[in-house]
DNA sequence: CCTCGACGGTATCCATTGGTAACTGGCTAC
DNA sequence: GTAGCCAGTTACCAATGGATACCGTCGAGG
């Protein structure tokens, strides 16, 4: 009935990082980094137009959840260097999986959609 | 700079697909429907507590995006039944690309948050 | 009778979150 | 002196997510 794990469990832990991995920003985070470390503001102009307190809060959990390094060097103006860690670094693939999949059915579903709105 | 396709453009559909297919929601109610249609009550008591509001608003998004298909029959008690269209189906194999990733990578993420939390 | 429960949802409300806009500090270049 | 750079932070607000209660219709049970 349940997956080889236990994904349905709210308070199993996969459930957690399948929301982590599955938020937006992350996704593109990871990608961004994908060719080697960035700053903050090049990660912010990197990726289309992001608050910069939500991006903040996204490389934040990523730090925390070992996703990414965060370096500070005490210069002026200050300079932040965010690399992908190994597991982070892990990530590229399956999301690239992902990606593929959207990529390929975009056509699909905008057509799905359209057929569906059209008789609404 | 770009990966192959667009999806750092934030007008560009692949996007909109990847927030759809990173819904906390989607992901379980495919991976329920995996081995076959289920009713709404199904559903909903099969995904650890949702609350029926959010299940429907996904279940219709899902329909729209041709992920499923939604039969009504007009019996008293109702009956709707869910299925995974062929597109659907096809969302189970990157899907376990990430659910695979996370479940192998609990130990180390909680791990790494342990350690960060550690020096906070 | 008449009330209870099954089913597939809505309706209402509140908490959390996502997001915007403005500001900070310290130094350098104009 | 003042304008700008970087990497954020601090209000503040709108939208979303989620919990709870309720709906109509019917057959079954008392």
Request: hydrophobic residues 40%; proline residues 8%; contains cysteine.
């Amino acid at each position: 009935m349940v997956t080889k794990g236990n994904a349905f469990d709210p308070n199993c832990p996969t459930r957690t990082i399948l929301d982590r991995i599955g938020d937006k920003w992350t996704v593109l985070v990871v990608l961004s980094l994908r060719s080697g470390p960035l700053r903050f503001t090049e990660l912010r102009d990197g990726i289309g137009r992001v608050a910069p307190k939500v991006l903040t809060q996204t490389l934040r959990r990523m730090e925390r959840d070992g996703l990414i390094t965060r370096e500070v060097y005490p210069e002026i103006p200050p300079r932040v260097v965010y690399t992908l860690t190994p597991m982070g670094a892990s990530l590229i693939e399956p999301i690239s999986v992902i990606t593929d999949w959207a990529e390929t059915h975009v056509p699909a579903i905008t057509k799905a959609q359209a057929a569906y709105d059209e008789l609404a």
